[in-house]
């Protein structure tokens, strides 16, 4: 890749372009796993919400 110096502030720039590589030799970083508890006390909190937007229609 190549890159374009330009309007320099408290600088001067002797040459204005740069040449780059990009590499992809970053190490991945692991995605922890969720526990199956708190799979299921998402769902129910999803389950109470719903209930909760259903509760509110019928008031109306």
Known sequence: MTDNLVEPVGAS??????????????ALVPVPALDPRMLALLALLAALLALAGLAAVWRR
Do not use: R
């Open 13 to 26: 720039i002797a040459d204005a372009t740069g040449v780059g590589t990009i590499l992809g030799d970053d």
